[in-house]
């Protein structure tokens, strides 16, 4: 509480007189080096905002221990842990960090609360990470699955109106980022585009479209009852009957599917587009075959 206490002390001292008050200064920098007080160095951490806004000089000097995301201890993860909104401010710490290390803690070490601190980032401040940020962050064990972490996030932070601001464009920007990443593999970086089909200030076109060359590379994406029932809004879309049968093979006749309600929504829907299309329509034919495969799911689905 006492440390506490002195480093918002400092910082405030800082805010007005361009640097640190030098006997905050030097306890700082002696938790730093001996790096052994966990809760010392989270009290550091939950100020890294302010200490680089006021006090750069202190900040820089000790940049390499400050933002080592690598380190279980390292102020930066407090840090992240804290965070409820981003400023510019907060985004120009995120900026900081060294995006080879960023990478391999997103792929190994990070909890999922802090994923859409960098997805949010990415989504308001594009200029805070590199252009291949996604692709750095791919690279390795554990990359797909944090691309997915990130794409999923991305989606969830988008505004839930159709305005002008640009987000929605950056969405789709990020999610053929994934895409292009997922090419020839199987697909693990897309399960989080899943997410997408909640954000309804996405243009309906490019969500089809999208959305289809995610399931044709990987159809076991998240929420599948929602891509699903998003598609059935168009059912007279190619892409929607397209999309459709390529999410009804994730019905695989097991017990445990046939009683799932997101499955059997899935079949709804698929039963749904199929009804509404004309005989001849593209994807028609396919989507047919595909939908008889689960007749009596058919029957389940659609029971009073």
């Not at 805010?15 to 010392?40: K, N, V």
């Not at 000097?61 to 080592?68: A, I």
């Not at 907060?90 to 997103?106: E, F, M, N």
């Amino acid at each position: 509480m006492a440390l506490f206490a002195l480093v918002q002390w400092a910082v405030r001292q800082a805010a007005t007189e361009g640097h640190l008050p030098p006997i905050a200064a030097a306890l700082m920098s002696q938790i730093l080096t001996a790096h052994s007080d966990d809760r010392a160095l989270a009290v550091i951490g939950s100020a890294l905002t302010p200490l680089r806004l006021y006090a750069m000089p202190w900040y820089t000097d000790h940049q390499n221990v400050l933002l080592d995301i690598t380190a279980s201890m390292a102020p930066i993860r407090t840090w992240l842990r804290c965070l409820r909104r981003l400023s510019e401010y907060d985004c120009a710490v995120l900026g900081d960090l060294d995006s080879v290390k960023t990478g391999h803690y997103l792929r190994t070490d990070a909890p999922q609360q802090v994923f859409d601190r960098f997805a949010i980032a990415l989504l308001h401040s594009p200029g805070t990470f590199s252009p291949t940020f996604l692709a750095e962050v791919a690279d390795g064990a554990g990359g797909p699955e944090a691309v997915s972490a990130l794409l999923g996030d991305i989606a969830r932070a988008l505004p839930p109106d159709s305005g002008k601001s640009g987000l929605h464009e950056r969405g789709f920007a990020f999610w053929d980022q994934a895409l292009s990443l997922a090419a020839g593999t199987s697909g693990v970086h897309l399960r989080g585009a899943g997410h997408f089909a909640f954000a309804q200030g996405l243009d309906q076109d490019q969500w089809l479209r999208h959305t289809l060359r995610s399931v044709a590379i990987n159809p076991d994406i998240s929420f599948p009852d929602q891509i699903a029932a998003r598609a059935a809004r168009t059912p007279h879309r190619p892409e929607a009957r397209q999309i459709l049968t390529h999410l009804l093979p994730l019905v695989d006749r097991s017990l445990e599917s046939r009683t799932d309600y997101r499955m059997l929504a899935v079949v709804q829907h698929a039963r749904t587009v199929l009804d509404a299309s004309e005989s001849g329509s593209e994807g028609r034919a396919a989507l047919g075959k595909a939908l008889a495969l689960h007749a009596d799911d058919v029957e389940a689905a659609t029971a009073e």
